[in-house]
């Protein structure tokens, strides 16, 4: 299943995610000619940004992870959002707090400790904590973190050295709102979103203020009078922000399906035979003969 899509190096390739967790570059418009594969998540990829200026693809993944690739797959970087998401934090309905006891999960090449009241519930597949949506924007070379089922984006930085020895991604701001993000976007140091409201969508737009040490996204005024005309013109027209009070919602059924069928297969008292023991297969079988 396909679940993103860009093309990057002057259009000259296409960079697909899937469920399957691969992120596959081709060649474009031979979209059969693969150049190369990215390998490293550990559930689906749902989202793709692209570094134009240092030709570095950044993918995001339900295993909670960022990473970021060379286009021939190599992998340069690996973070984990989960210890950058707030002490006490709704998801899908539930409360997380530190205070929990925590079950290690692992995430990526690394362990992660994870409160044990996301896996409370009666549906566990949308208690987990997944990246919904990045964004990123060249100019001010800051990484944009939507959170599923949170109403915080998270802010990072693209860090490197100076021969590209050491990349890093540092975690500088958050911004927090009323209601979970449905949509974001930015270009020209602006950042777009889109709040999924009770049956209504807001729209907002911060200037990024990129400063040495910090992050500080400013709601947009007159000092940016295009963005502020456009902001308006949209948020003037409540039909056009008109949304379902329960929108659809597909990232449940993007999990890998758990291994409860294989363990109910192993345990069928059919595959026994009377002494306890397994029923050889048919190759099993073809061997004895």
């Known amino acids: 299943m396909l679940l993103d899509v860009l093309t990057v190096d002057s259009d000259r390739l296409i960079v697909t995610s899937d469920r399957d967790e691969k992120i596959r570059i081709s060649g474009y418009p031979d979209g059969y000619n693969i150049q190369a594969y990215c390998l490293g998540h550990t ?7 692209y570094d134009e200026r240092r030709k570095w693809l950044i993918s995001a993944s339900g295993d909670a992870t960022l990473r970021v ?5 190599k992998e340069l970087c690996c973070k984990s959002v989960l210890s950058d998401i707030p002490a006490i934090e709704t998801v899908s309905g539930m409360k997380v707090d530190n205070t929990d006891d925590a079950l290690p999960v692992d995430v990526g090449s690394n362990r992660q400790d994870v409160p044990l009241s996301l896996e409370r519930g009666k549906d566990r597949q949308t208690s987990r904590i997944a990246i919904q949506q990045i964004c990123y924007c060249s100019d001010c070379q800051l990484l ?6 949170s109403p915080d984006i998270l802010v990072y930085r693209l860090l490197t050295t100076e021969h590209s020895e050491s990349v890093s991604l540092q975690f500088m701001s958050r911004l927090s709102g009323e209601g979970h993000i449905a949509s974001m976007c930015v270009g020209r140091c602006v950042l777009w979103t889109v709040r ?3 049956q209504q969508l807001s729209l907002a737009a911060f200037q990024v203020e990129n400063l040495s040490d910090a992050v500080k996204l400013v709601p ?13 013109t949209l948020s003037s027209q409540p039909d056009l922000l008109q949304a379902p009070s329960q929108p659809l919602d597909l990232i449940p059924s993007l999990w890998k399906t758990p291994f409860q069928e294989n363990l109910k297969y192993e ?4 595959r026994h035979n009377e002494n306890g ?3 050889p297969n048919k190759k099993q079988r073809k061997l004895k003969q």
């Open 43 to 49: 559930q689906f990829v749902i989202s793709l940004a």
């Open 267 to 270: 345990n069928n008292p059919k």
């Open 69 to 73: 690739w060379t286009l021939s797959g």
């Open 277 to 279: 023991s397994k029923k």
């Open 196 to 198: 999924q409201g009770t």
């Open 220 to 232: 947009v005024s007159d000092s940016r009078p295009t963005e502020a005309t456009v902001l308006k």
């Open 144 to 149: 944009f973190v939507a959170i599923y089922k």
